[in-house]
């Protein structure tokens, strides 16, 4: 969301960060179940907190880079990422603006969200909210791999994305969301897992605002 998978800019971590139980469905599913199962979840979840961990792998020297923080996200769009390691980063977004703050370097980096979605270069499916799923019908093609008790679903851009990528999902069928993602591309790999999962949690509208230390250089992006 390291933040900096695909080169250039900071960015968060990918988004499949959907959460997890870690129980499952003893069944056997089809994936119009799994679909059907995710789209009642979008109805019945209106906001998530969870711990992650990422670990990112670079195609170039296999070099993998462990990321680990807490995530909570609102719907429709707000989210705030407090990453623990390898650096400690602050991410917010109120659905309009997303902050970006290093305090390390006592810098904060300041875009809208729309912009710096366009610009990122990951899938907005991946963020939990960013996408339901009949839009994500649209855009990709989706295959059952595993219809077991934890289904793998495997999802790849139908058209028009300048990036080749194939994410995976572990679908808890009994909370209709996924346990682990895998976002898989020709330059880097990213396999993030989740767990202490609240659904739901008491809201806390303060979680998605941010308000720049006195002491840190706000950086307005794009850059000129």
């Known amino acids: 969301m390291n933040f900096d998978l695909w080169g250039g800019k900071m960015r968060p971590v ?14 056997a599913v089809s994936l119009d179940a799994v679909l059907s199962r995710l789209e009642r979840a ?36 707000r989210f705030r990422l407090e990453m623990s390691s390898p650096e400690a980063q602050t991410i917010v977004s109120d659905g309009k603006v997303l902050w970006v703050y290093l305090p390390a370097r006592a810098q904060v980096l300041r875009d809208s969200m729309d912009n710096w ?3 990122a270069g990951f899938p907005k499916g991946l963020t939990p909210f960013r996408m339901d799923v009949s839009e994500m019908k649209k855009k990709y093609r989706f295959v059952l791999e595993e219809d077991g008790p934890k289904p ?18 572990w679908v808890n069928m009994e909370t209709g969301l996924a346990e682990k993602t895998e976002l898989s591309s020709e330059n880097v790999t990213a396999m993030v897992t989740v767990e202490n999962v609240r659904v739901n949690p008491a809201r806390n509208p303060g979680a998605f605002r941010f308000v720049p230390p006195p002491d840190a250089n706000v950086m307005e992006l794009p850059l000129n």
Do not use: M, W
């Not at 998530?48 to 961990?53: G, M, N, S, T, V």
């Open 14 to 27: 990918s988004l499949g960060l959907a959460a997890l139980s870690l129980c499952g469905s003893a069944r």
């Open 117 to 119: 979605t366009r610009s």
């Open 152 to 169: 793998v679903l495997s999802l790849t851009p139908i058209e028009g994305e300048s990036l080749e990528y194939t994410l995976r999902l």
């Open 42 to 77: 979008e109805k019945e979840i209106h906001s998530l907190r969870f711990d992650f961990a990422q670990t990112t792998t670079l195609a170039l020297g296999g070099r993998a880079v462990v990321s680990r923080g807490t995530a909570s996200f609102e719907r429709p769009n």
